[in-house]
């Protein structure tokens, strides 16, 4: 598949979504850095997750920014394999969701 495909596969999730409950917090998660392969598809990608959120009033979670180095690929050091997150990884991400959950967690 390519971007846009990917892209119009998740604009309808989220439409579904936003359809069955219309109220409920919605987030969209950025695709997850992989290796310089992958960077420039990834980047797009998570353009195209950000202006569907913004497009059905969800929250984008850029996860993208904390766990990438400056090549674009996962950082060594959140990663066991260049895929999987390790869990220095894990903590990382739980690091840029947790402000968003707090917002909703009265």
């Known amino acids: 598949m390519n971007v846009p495909e990917i892209a119009a596969h998740m604009d309808t999730l989220v439409r579904r979504i936003r359809e069955l409950a219309p109220s409920a917090a919605l987030f969209v998660n950025s695709v997850l850095p992989r290796s310089t392969h992958f960077r420039d598809r990834i980047v797009q990608l998570n353009k195209e997750y950000q202006r569907i959120a913004a497009g059905y009033d969800a ?12 090549d674009g690929a996962i950082r060594s050091e959140f990663t066991t394999d260049g895929l999987h997150l390790s869990i220095e990884g894990y903590n990382a991400w739980v690091a840029v969701l947790r402000p968003h959950l707090v917002r909703f967690a009265s």
Request: charged share 15%; aromatic share 16%; glycine share 8%.
């Open 59 to 70: 929250v984008y979670v850029d996860a993208w920014s904390a766990l990438a180095g400056e």
